[in-house]
């Protein structure tokens, strides 16, 4: 059976979460958005694409840091408005500079960060 990204159950902005997870480690990185057209991106290129909600556009996951994302597999969720990418992350996927966005613990009721940025 083919896939088609026209199964996915969009919001109304036309966009579903996605999380990243790294492939080998299953540590999970971030969540963000894609439309489906960045769906059709990913799988066509291999390179994780994004639908970047503040600037309204593509975004390549490290197409100007460098932190790529090549991706693995893709899933989604039994409701369709879900999508897991596991990746092979290469450095930070945060934008703080941190390997994963998971950073800080609240679990207790305070804040604590359990990760330094990447040097």
């Known amino acids: 059976m083919s896939f088609d990204p026209s199964l996915l159950k969009f919001n109304e902005a036309g966009l579903l979460p996605v999380i990243a997870q790294d492939a080998s480690s299953r540590e ?7 439309n489906a057209e960045a769906v059709a991106r990913t799988l066509d290129s291999g390179q994780v694409t994004y639908w970047s909600r503040s600037r309204a556009s593509f975004w390549v996951k490290g197409a100007t840091s460098g932190h790529t994302q090549e991706l693995v597999a893709m899933r989604m969720d039994c409701d369709r408005d879900c999508l897991l990418v596991l ?3 290469v450095g930070a ?3 703080t500079g941190r390997r994963s966005c998971f950073y800080t613990d609240v679990t207790d009721g ?10």
């Open 28 to 34: 999970v990185l971030m969540l963000a958005w894609m």
């Open 110 to 119: 305070d804040m604590t960060e359990l990760m330094s940025p990447m040097d």
């Open 93 to 95: 996927a945060c934008h």
């Open 87 to 89: 990746v092979n992350q």
